[in-house]
């Protein structure tokens, strides 16, 4: 009923920079909290950056001041803007999405299928 995808992960020196996309699309009657966790190997899942409809964002410690995070409502899209890169941000990169489908009563949790982000000189 709604996919979600990713995009623009890859391989960056530290330092660098990154821009995630994530697009959700399907069956939407709203779209309410927007998130981005991340999973490194032999660690748990985390939040990275979150968003709400309101556009109130909330951010992991270790990325404030870094990395930012955005919303088109118009395109269902959230975006994950990632600076001075370090080898610790290292991770599979996940898109979540808190949505209401039509017809439908409640939201449900939605997750993209990951996205890899490599630091590394």
């Known amino acids: 009923q709604v996919q979600l995808v990713e995009s623009g992960g890859g391989l960056v020196q530290p330092g660098g920079s990154l821009r995630l996309s994530c697009a959700a699309s399907g069956s939407i009657f709203s779209l309410n909290f927007m998130g981005w966790y991340r999973q490194a190997p032999g660690k748990q899942r985390e939040l990275v950056a979150g968003i709400t409809s309101g556009s109130t964002t909330n951010y992991a410690d270790s990325v404030k001041g870094r990395f930012t995070i955005s919303r088109d409502n118009a395109k269902n899209t959230v975006y994950l803007q990632m600076n001075n890169l370090k080898p610790e941000d290292t991770a599979v990169y996940y898109c979540?999405?808190?949505?209401?489908?039509?017809?439908?009563?409640?939201?449900?949790?939605?997750w993209g299928q990951g996205t890899q982000v490599t630091v590394s000189s």
């Open positions: 979540n999405a808190h949505v209401q489908v039509r017809g439908a009563v409640g939201a449900s949790s939605y």
